[in-house]
């Protein structure tokens, strides 16, 4: 996993809200297909939402570790 910027909505034009730092935890909801990113060397449309530290937002879901 590498650093994500939390958005507002499931693409990467929304605004950012935070940073989830590289190996931090967070606690993840569902997912949801938005716009489209190139990112942990891959292209994708997947999201996921996040809460982090208070910050309720989305992510890129192939840059996550997940259990």
Known sequence: ?????IRERPTSNSTALGILPKGAR?????????????ACGKNGIHWISVNYRGIDGWVVLYCIDRP
């Open 1 to 5: 996993m590498e650093s994500l910027t």
């Open 26 to 38: 967070a606690y993840c909801g569902g997912g949801a297909e938005g716009g489209s990113y190139y």
